[in-house]
């Protein structure tokens, strides 16, 4: 029984093994993924063919970009990944892999652990709206928002202050919308799960979320991706004019004295 239960188990990796080569050598066609879908009278699910077999994954962030449905399959680094709703097919080389946002690798050398949350949506001309959520050596749970490119690679360009859920830290987010109309974002989420709740806010209040460029100890994180690069130029022009201005005061005090001219007679 040992034996063929280890044949058994054999024959199981193998079999993933070819899988896997195969998923290596799909290519993705262009199709109407979202549409067929959408239209669909009845749901099906499909396994996806991208990820690790040998455990549960979850909180993958779904999206789609002209017409194709991608995920981002990890917060940091930034991975997104292709795939192909009807099969489950994932192309590898359309995967887009980030990790020089510097707030969420602050985030995981101070030991915490990022994952997504909710479904990304398009939030402007040339920027994607998501959810993600911290989890701290304690277990507490913080959700933020955050903006990455609407374009490969999509690569992340802010994310905001912990969200005001209610609830403390035991809060998991799990739906976002934006309505355009009233100018509203709503994130959906579960009080400690045991209710379920929505934060609705302005798009105005959701930007000011985002002022801040500052990782204090807590590791609340708001920064804008230019923010950090206007700080840096502002600390090279300061030390360029105090340089500047140091080199003017010395050649001031080392010149040569002006001989005094003769008195007229």
């Known amino acids: 029984a040992a034996a063929a239960a280890a044949a058994a188990a054999d024959e199981a990796a193998v079999a993933d093994e070819a899988a896997v080569a195969r998923t290596e050598s ?21 396994r996806l063919d991208c990820g690790e077999r040998h455990r549960p994954e979850k909180n993958w962030i779904a999206f789609t970009h002209e017409g194709q449905l991608f ?10 990944v292709q795939a192909r709703a009807t099969d489950g097919a994932c192309a590898t080389w359309h995967e887009y892999t ?6 969420f690798s602050q985030l995981v050398r101070d030991g915490y652990q990022l994952h997504g949350s909710a479904t990304a949506i398009q939030y402007s001309n040339d920027t994607y709206l998501a959810l993600m959520h911290s989890i701290g050596p304690g277990g507490a749970y913080t959700t933020f928002a955050y903006k990455f490119q609407r374009k490969p690679p999509f690569r992340v360009r802010a994310v905001s202050r912990p969200l005001p859920l209610q609830g403390g830290q035991a ?18 989420y579960g009080n400690n799960d045991v209710e379920p709740r929505a934060l ?17 100890e807590w590791v609340d994180v708001g920064c804008d ?17 105090l340089g500047l201005g140091g080199l003017a005061y ?10 005094a001219r003769p008195a007229r007679a």
């Open 98 to 103: 980030d990790a020089s946002f510097a707030p």
């Open 71 to 80: 995920y981002v399959y990890s917060i940091f680094p930034h991975v997104i």
């Open 250 to 259: 010395y050649r001031f005090l080392t010149r040569s004295p002006v001989a």
């Open 26 to 46: 799909v290519t993705i066609q262009p199709t109407a993924d979202a549409g067929a879908i959408a239209a669909a009278s009845v749901g099906v699910g499909t």
């Open 171 to 188: 809060s998991f987010a799990s739906g976002l919308l934006l309505h355009e109309a009233q100018n509203k974002v709503v994130v959906s």
């Open 225 to 241: 991706a230019g923010c950090a690069a206007a700080f840096t130029v502002g600390v090279f022009l300061f030390l360029l004019l």
């Open 200 to 216: 609705v806010m302005s798009t105005a209040h959701l930007e000011s979320l985002f002022d801040s460029c500052v990782v204090d």
